[in-house]
């Protein structure tokens, strides 16, 4: 057995600060946080329609909350920048080839925005 130490890098707690990649990776981390929020203020919305009438309208106006509401917009805000951040890399990810030849990029982003936009209208529609 050896007497060596092994090296351990200094990690220090503010490591994400010192660059702007790692910013922005921080922000989009953190942006599943209203997301949390978000999925709790469905599921408490889920329970009050089983429980009846009253119990919906209370959800109602809790909905209504300022608050509620900007965590709402913030969550909107969040999902938007993981689609667009996964949009932008799925052509590196997962290249398309047409008859041999690659799909331009723009076309992929855009074709996945597309598909976004539609099944959006799709849901408003029906719902």
Do not use: C, D
Not at 81 to 104: C, D, N, W, Y
């Amino acid at each position: 057995m050896s007497n060596r130490k092994p090296y351990v890098r200094e990690m220090k707690r503010t490591w994400w600060q010192s660059s702007p990649f790692y910013r922005f990776y921080m922000l989009r981390e953190a942006t599943i946080l209203p997301l949390i929020l978000f999925t709790l203020f469905l599921t408490f919305g889920l329970g009050a329609l089983v429980k009846g009438p009253e119990a919906w309208q209370s959800w109602l106006e809790f909905m209504a909350n300022p608050v509620v509401v900007a965590i709402n917009i913030v969550a909107l805000a969040g999902s938007l920048l993981h689609a667009q951040t996964f949009f932008s890399m799925m052509p590196q990810v997962m290249p398309i080839r047409i008859k041999g030849k690659p799909v331009e990029k723009k076309l992929i982003v855009l074709a996945q925005w597309a598909a976004v936009a539609f099944i959006s209208l799709v849901v408003l529609i029906v719902v």
